[in-house]
């Protein structure tokens, strides 16, 4: 066992998002294909498998409210729509930086953007402690490539103590790189 891989991630997520009835409707035709009833082997051992779903009583909880400075604010449609919020308590985003694997055309309008953003919510952005553009071999297969990677970012971390967020521009499909730090 260990962590999921892009794929099996992307599917729990799109499973996990299917309605409740699909779901039910899944698992009744699993329970009648797989579910042996009238097995005189367990019934001798006091189990008498069943496959119709139990019912359980529950109650819906009341969405919580997110108050920020200039209002309150209640989920719609499962979300939060931050947009205009400002946070009642906003911090300073002093210790950051920027690895750019790709050469993005231009980092500093990705800064100016997140500075705005950041400041319309109530925070203070600063400028980035750094902004590096290491290279990776495409020809490299994706081990190699992860693992350019992670000496990158072990060395951004020794040479930037206290990083608060490390912004990494990556091309193509999105590999997972494990935090072992």
């Given at each position: 066992?260990?962590k999921?891989?892009?794929?099996?991630?992307?599917n729990m997520?799109?499973?996990?998002?299917?309605?409740?009835?699909?779901?039910?409707?899944?698992?009744?035709?699993?329970?009648?294909?797989?579910?042996?009833?009238?097995?005189?082997?367990?019934?001798?051992?006091?189990?008498?498998?069943?496959?119709?779903?139990i019912?359980?009583?529950?109650?819906?909880?009341?969405?919580?409210?997110?108050?920020?400075?200039?209002?309150?604010i209640?989920?719609?449609?499962?979300?939060?729509?931050?947009?205009?919020?400002?946070?009642?308590?906003?911090?300073?985003?002093?210790?950051w930086?920027?690895?750019?694997?790709?050469g993005?055309?231009d980092?500093r309008q990705f800064?100016?953007?997140?500075?705005?953003?950041?400041?319309?919510?109530?925070m203070?952005?600063?400028?980035?402690?750094?902004?590096?553009?290491?290279?990776?071999n495409?020809?490299?297969?994706?081990?190699r490539?992860?693992?350019q990677?992670?000496?990158?970012l072990?060395?951004?971390h020794?040479?930037?103590?206290?990083l608060?967020?490390?912004?990494?521009?990556?091309?193509g499909?999105?590999?997972p790189?494990?935090?072992?730090?």
């Open positions: 066992l260990g999921l891989t892009g794929d099996q991630t992307t997520i799109r499973y996990s998002a299917k309605p409740a009835f699909e779901k039910e409707r899944v698992i009744q035709q699993i329970a009648n294909r797989e579910i042996v009833l009238n097995d005189p082997l367990l019934a001798h051992y006091g189990i008498n498998p069943s496959n119709k779903m019912e359980v009583s529950g109650r819906v909880l009341d969405t919580p409210t997110i108050n920020y400075s200039n209002k309150s209640r989920p719609r449609d499962g979300s939060w729509n931050l947009r205009g919020k400002v946070f009642s308590l906003g911090k300073t985003m002093d210790n930086g920027i690895l750019d694997f790709v993005v055309p980092v800064i100016r953007e997140i500075q705005l953003v950041g400041g319309k919510s109530g203070n952005i600063n400028e980035p402690r750094f902004v590096e553009n290491p290279r990776i495409s020809r490299d297969d994706d081990y490539k992860k693992e990677i992670r000496q990158e072990k060395r951004v020794k040479n930037y103590p206290g608060q967020m490390i912004v990494v521009f990556i091309n499909k999105p590999f790189i494990e935090n072992k730090e």
